[in-house]
């Protein structure tokens, strides 16, 4: 189709981030997604002006995913973060507001990108071979015979979420199933190389969330018409089953823009419910006893299996495919030709159980390593949250597997990180100025800029007004409430840090959060004994922490050379 009006030309930005409209929108975002940070975030309903659903929430899944973005540093920004959550489902809020601060700080120094850029490489070195090491004070070792820091990791994940609507007695309960799914993924005799089953989340909405549960195999929805027309199950040893992916309804396969050539006197409805019934009979010769479906069955297919007492089900889904597959041990079926027996497979058990209203097959496997966890939510905007945050806490405890060490939470690690690195460079600065070539002042300007990045973000998680303290011994958050009177006892007020690990009770100092102080040492080497002594902790998945603290570094450093921007307007 020829245009109607002529093209306009592209539009090129030099120097990008000095605009007042970046300036804006950074800042807009940084706002954005900084009032949602921690367990008192603040809720966001995104809704599309057109219609729809509204998405209440304060995750930067659904946020960013439900968020239109039209300025092209953000799209840079927002794109990185969600880049991040599709391989490691947390931390999306933590990267996209360090990055913020990162750009907005060095943006008020002046200095070149290239000296900017070296040194920011440089100091998140020094944070992340500290993070890895052994005397590295904000990182705990997972310990697999005890389900303690296992726990203490998905009630964290939890708590950060305050739209699932949950109270205490539902968190520690959603907990325990997250947990208990998690380990029935892991199969029982697990070599050096595992492979890791999978936990598939059933929606009973309307339910009270303490009725969730978990069950070993897989959960598939039936209609109550459908159950008054199966037969008692009744089996002393395993089920056969066979799964087709291909449809049974006898419909013919779409013949595209060719034409089809039917012989004369021949009906096309009579020829395809032969065939279906020709692959019935070969069902039932081959002693078959349950039949599942992607797609649809035909009735009268379904009629004949039944008075050979065989099971059918149809419309499955795709999405329960691949675990149905698992399960059984069957081959997807994609065809209506000869069944090969290789494509069959078998279950230990299958039963019919009801939850709330719904009524379901409960597919009992030999050995498996797939399991259902029925997430029960009072409507349908805390499941949806709910679901999100569970499928969340589910994947850290699969990164966990691969490091297992998870970061202490509540902003503790970024307090002591800013200890770790304002020590480093105000004692040892000879070696980064001799590597990077830079001066003094500017190792000065970037780490301050570096520090005060991640001061604010640990200071985000306070949203009541209230004051912000660090302890000069371990480097750890510490929260006070707002209007404090002229002379205070600190031990008085406070009562633990963020994470949870320290008392207020123990002989500390304490100075506010970004004031003026000679830096000091954190203490390092975390002992055993003081995480044992804690009973729950708020902590933070270690590989997800670690990898956002390097996107959000390296997505700074990115829109901070950048030197022009084109755009099409078209």
Same mark, same amino acid.
């Given at each position: ?7 306009k ?13 970046t300036r ?32 209440t929430?304060?995750?930067s899944?659904?946020?960013l ?23 490691? !489902? ?10 913020c ?20 490489k440089?100091?998140l ?10 005397v ?33 007695k ?11 799914a998690?380990?029935?993924t ?16 059933v ?25 008054m ?9 395993s ?28 009906s ?15 069902l ?48 997807p ?5 000869s ?28 050995k498996?390593?797939i ?21 969340t ?16 939470g ?7 990180l ?5 020590h ?10 001799q ?19 991640l ?7 306070e ?7 660090t302890?000069s ?5 510490? !929260? ?7 002379a ?19 002989e500390?100092?304490?100075?506010f ?26 902590l ?6 670690l ?18 921007v084109?755009?099409?307007t078209?």
């Amino acid at each position: 189709m020829s245009r109607l009006e002529a093209k306009k030309p592209s539009i090129c930005r030099s120097e990008p981030l000095t605009g007042e409209r970046t300036r804006a929108s950074l800042a807009a975002l940084r706002g954005l997604v900084t009032s949602c940070y921690g367990p008192a975030g603040r809720l966001k309903q995104l809704h599309n002006g057109r219609g729809g659903s509204v998405v209440t929430t304060s995750q930067s899944a659904a946020l960013l995913a439900g968020l239109p973005v039209s300025h092209p540093v953000l799209k840079v920004l927002t794109a990185a973060v969600r880049n991040h959550m599709a391989c490691f !489902s947390d931390g999306g809020l933590f990267t996209a507001i360090l990055c913020c601060n990162l750009v907005e700080n060095v943006q008020r120094l002046g200095l070149t990108p290239t000296t900017v850029i070296k040194l920011n490489k440089h100091l998140l070195s020094l944070c992340t071979s500290y993070l890895k090491s052994e005397v590295c004070a904000c990182r705990i070792p997972v310990d697999f015979s005890s389900t303690q820091i296992l726990l203490s990791l998905v009630r964290s994940i939890l708590t950060s979420k305050p739209a699932c609507m949950l109270i205490a007695k539902e968190v520690d309960h959603i907990s325990t199933l997250i947990l208990r799914a998690f380990l029935l993924t892991i199969p029982e005799n697990a070599q050096e190389h595992i492979i890791l089953g999978k936990s598939i989340i059933v929606p009973l909405k309307g339910q009270r969330v303490i009725d969730s549960a978990v069950l070993p195999g897989i959960l598939i929805e039936v209609s109550e018409v459908q159950l008054m027309k199966i037969l008692p199950i009744k089996k002393s040893d395993s089920f056969k089953v066979a799964l087709f992916g291909v449809s049974l309804s006898g419909d013919l396969s779409d013949t595209g823009e060719g034409t089809l050539l039917v012989s004369y006197g021949v009906s096309l409805e009579n020829a395809a419910l032969d065939q279906l019934f020709n692959l019935g009979k070969q069902l039932v010769s081959d002693h078959v006893d349950l039949v599942l479906c992607q797609k649809v069955i035909h009735p009268s297919l379904k009629q004949f299996l039944r008075t050979h007492h065989v099971i059918a089900v149809d419309r499955v889904g795709v999405s329960l495919m691949e675990p149905l597959s698992k399960v059984t041990g069957a081959w997807p079926i994609g065809s209506l030709g000869s069944i090969s027996p290789s494509s069959y497979g078998s279950i230990k058990d299958l039963c019919i159980t009801k939850f709330g209203c719904k009524h379901f097959f409960h597919l009992i496997p030999n050995k498996t390593t797939i399991c259902s966890l029925l997430l029960c939510n009072r409507n349908d905007t805390a499941w949806d949250e709910l679901k999100l945050t569970c499928q969340t806490a589910l994947h850290a405890l699969q990164l966990t597997i691969k490091d297992p060490y998870v970061l202490l939470g509540g902003g503790c690690t970024e307090t002591h990180l800013v200890a770790y690195i304002r020590h480093k460079t105000r004692n040892e600065p000879e070696s980064i100025l001799q590597d990077e070539r830079c001066s003094q002042t500017e190792l000065q300007l970037i780490t301050d800029a570096f520090c005060s990045a991640l001061e604010s973000l640990a200071g985000s998680l306070e949203h009541d007004g209230g004051e912000i303290l660090t302890d000069s011994k371990y480097g750890h958050f510490w !929260s006070v409430q707002a209007n404090l009177p002229s002379a205070v006892n600190w031990p008085d007020l406070l009562s633990r840090c963020g994470c949870g690990l320290y008392s207020s009770q123990e002989e500390l100092s304490w100075s506010f959060l970004r004031s003026a102080r000679h830096p000091f040492p954190p203490q390092t080497c975390l002992s055993c004994e003081a995480t044992g002594s804690a009973s729950t902790l708020t902590l933070d998945c270690f590989t997800a922490k670690l990898s956002g603290l390097q996107v959000a570094v390296e997505t700074a450093s990115l829109i901070l050379d950048l030197s022009c921007v084109i755009e099409d307007t078209n």
